[in-house]
């Protein structure tokens, strides 16, 4: 079954630092992809950054960038140059295919806190 | 481009009421269609997920039932709701071939 997980509950990170939130995953199929979500205090699910199992280069998106080690089935989070408007839950994510259609699982959340 | 509209943004129903939440997506055909449960402070929780009109796939036994009377429109649903129905629900949608999932504003229950 496909897991994933996210072993840092809280974070917290000084303004204009660097900060690695970790995600690992656990899937026996071969293709799936990775993704980061933001979810500030309003709720919603913001998309940050993908990286598909196939892909063989680190996803990158401005100061957000995906650490893909595909042996340690990792796939961390880097943000570069915090800000305090990076203050909010991280959530890791799978998609995968199942006997249905497409479908997606979520790890717990790390909350990241931006120090001015 | 495409949009996905939740509503209500929040919701107060007493114990025993029905439940209806709507969402609908716009600018693409045939998505795949999610509802999320996000219980305060936790992760996301797939309750129902629909790869096309009448097609509902149930992820976990709820007091809750799932609905999508049109290819994009998705809608949530109890005949009774409970206190431990309070929560935070997501809707979201992605292609049926794509990557990522958007999401929708969500919807903040509370059951008094």
């Known amino acids: 079954a496909q897991k994933i997980t996210q072993t840092q509950p809280g974070m917290f990170v000084q303004e204009k630092e660097a900060v690695t939130l970790d995600c690992t995953y656990d899937?026996?199929?071969?293709?799936?992809?990775l993704f980061w979500y933001k979810q500030p205090s309003s709720g919603e699910m913001i998309f940050l950054i993908y990286q598909g199992s196939y892909d063989q280069q680190n996803a990158t998106e401005g100061r957000y960038s995906l650490n893909f080690q595909k042996a340690r089935k990792s796939a961390n989070l880097v943000i570069s140059a915090s800000q305090l408007g990076d203050s909010a839950m991280y959530f890791c994510?799978?998609?995968?295919?199942?006997?249905?259609?497409?479908?997606?699982?979520f790890g717990p959340g790390t909350r990241l806190s931006v120090l001015p | 481009s495409q949009t996905i509209h939740q509503w209500p943004a929040t919701l107060v129903q007493p114990v025993g009421s029905p439940l209806s939440l709507e969402c609908t997506v716009e600018g693409t055909s045939n998505p795949n269609l999610y509802w999320y449960r996000q219980a305060a402070g936790r992760g996301l929780q797939l309750l129902f997920y629909s790869v096309g009109i009448g097609q509902i796939s149930s992820e976990v036994p709820q007091n809750l039932s799932a609905s999508r009377p049109q290819d994009r429109q998705f809608i949530l649903s109890s005949k009774k709701l409970l206190l431990s129905d309070s929560s935070f629900y997501l809707c979201a949608w992605s292609v049926q071939e794509g990557t990522e999932a958007f999401f929708g504003q969500g919807t903040r229950l509370t059951v008094v």
């Open positions: 994510a799978m998609c995968f295919r199942d006997n249905y259609g497409q479908n997606f699982v």
């Open positions: 899937t026996s199929d071969p293709s799936y992809g």
